[in-house]
């Protein structure tokens, strides 16, 4: 089983349509992240959790939101989808610590809003 | 603000062939860590190599190895005897040192590798 799940793998949706992306993980690490991949932009970041309770707006922010419901689930909401939003959304966790330079990506959501 | 360039959209190797990936960055800060990530059809990202900026020698892992120029800003990715399951996008990117784990991302490179 993959350390870092993102569900659903690939998703449709109508513009206006809420819709939630999740990631869970199992690698017991506390720093979560979302991060949106659109072709010759690389990956940019949407949001970022240290813990449950910290909760930090990244460089693209502007109508994503998220929600940390435990140590080990992130999940990134698209209140009101508009197509510009179509992208591939990859979850990703890091463990603190100097030495623990590595982040592990799920296999990411590609989502399509039409 | 930090930056990250990868000024090749598209690379392409012979099979078995030698090639060089070219990341270029912009930092004010002296710690830092750089990383070339590779996505593979599949999607996945997985992580090739990583270079800690306090660090003079070049990272090496088997056939991938960096070459590090620091007051260059650069960290280009050599890859030896390029094998088919080579073929990806290589992302090279930046950590700021400390607590903060934003990862910075260039572009992306396309490697292409023709048997």
């Known amino acids: 089983d993959a350390d870092v799940t993102q569900t659903p793998r690939n998703r449709i949706t109508k513009t206006g349509k809420r819709i939630m992306l999740e990631c869970s993980q199992t690698?017991?690490?506390?720093?979560m992240y979302w991060y949106r991949q659109d072709p010759g932009l690389g990956l940019r970041l949407i949001y970022y959790?240290?813990?449950?309770?910290?909760?930090n707006k990244g460089e693209i922010s502007d109508g994503y939101s998220v929600s940390r419901q435990a140590q080990a689930k992130f999940s990134l909401s698209l209140e009101s989808a508009i197509p510009n939003q179509t992208a591939l959304y990859f979850c990703?966790?890091?463990?603190?610590?100097?030495?623990?330079?590595?982040?592990?990506f799920g296999q990411g959501t590609r989502l399509t809003v039409v | 603000a930090q930056t990250v360039t990868q000024s090749q959209p598209e690379m392409s190797v012979q099979e078995a062939e030698t090639v060089t990936l070219s990341c270029t960055y912009d930092?004010?800060?002296?710690?830092?860590?750089l990383f070339w990530y590779k996505q593979p059809p599949s999607r996945q990202m997985i992580l090739v190599i990583r270079?800690?900026?306090?660090k003079q020698q070049n990272a090496t892992e088997n056939r991938f190895s960096v070459n590090f120029q620091k007051a260059a800003k650069s960290f280009s990715l050599k890859i030896s005897d390029s094998q088919l399951g080579d073929a990806a996008m290589y992302f090279c990117?930046?950590?700021?040192?400390?607590?903060?784990?934003?990862?910075?991302w260039g572009a992306g490179t396309k490697l292409i590798i023709k048997p």
């Open positions: 990117a930046y950590r700021r040192g400390g607590s903060n784990y934003q990862l910075i």
């Open positions: 690698k017991g690490h506390d720093r």
């Open positions: 930092t004010s800060e002296s710690d830092y860590y």
């Open positions: 270079q800690e900026a306090y």
């Open positions: 990703a966790t890091s463990a603190p610590g100097r030495e623990n330079t590595e982040a592990f």
């Open positions: 959790s240290f813990d449950v309770k910290d909760i």
